[in-house]
């Protein structure tokens, strides 16, 4: 992709909602209570100004969501970048709400409920967004502060 100006605020911001809708997957970082790091893609999707994840509560990502309540969320793409940093509220499958699992299960065609008992869901409630493509859009690259829209 080539950029050869500054995208503004408010296309930043569509752009971001865009990629929320129609991407897959997100890098997901983590880090236990020693601060040992975890970096996994994970399917989402975003459900009402949240991202939901699902994966194991047995496995580090699972653990590290759970017992640390913040993530850093990423798209693939170093080119457009997108991060995402919020805090995390956990969910037994049983517990999450019927809405973010239907819609998970609308974009991914899967519940995870059924491949194992635990499996649990992640609401991540962003706090802070950056956009940016390249250095020239460092200027101005934060579009959410505090867990809100700064356009």
């Given at each position: 992709m080539t950029i050869t100006e500054s995208r503004t605020p408010?296309?930043?911001?569509?752009?971001?909602?865009?990629r929320l809708e129609r991407e897959t997957d997100i890098w997901v970082a983590s880090a236990d209570a020693e601060g040992l790091p975890c970096l996994v893609a994970l399917w989402f999707v975003w459900h009402d100004g949240c991202v939901w994840l699902s994966t194991r509560i047995t496995n580090p990502t699972g653990r590290n969501l759970r017992d640390g309540g913040r993530t850093r969320l990423a798209f693939?793409?170093?080119?457009?970048?997108?991060?995402?940093?919020?805090?995390?509220r956990t969910y037994g499958g049983q517990e999450v709400p019927a809405a973010a699992?239907?819609?998970f299960l609308a974009k991914h065609g899967w519940d995870p409920r059924e491949d194992s008992a635990s499996?649990?869901?992640f609401e991540v409630r962003p706090r802070t967004v950056q956009a940016l493509h390249g250095i020239h859009e460092m200027r101005g690259r934060h579009i959410m502060k505090d867990g809100t829209w700064v356009v």
């Open positions: 408010e296309q930043r911001k569509r752009d971001v909602l865009a693939g793409d170093t080119q457009d970048v997108v991060l995402i940093d919020g805090d995390v699992l239907d819609a499996y649990a869901f």
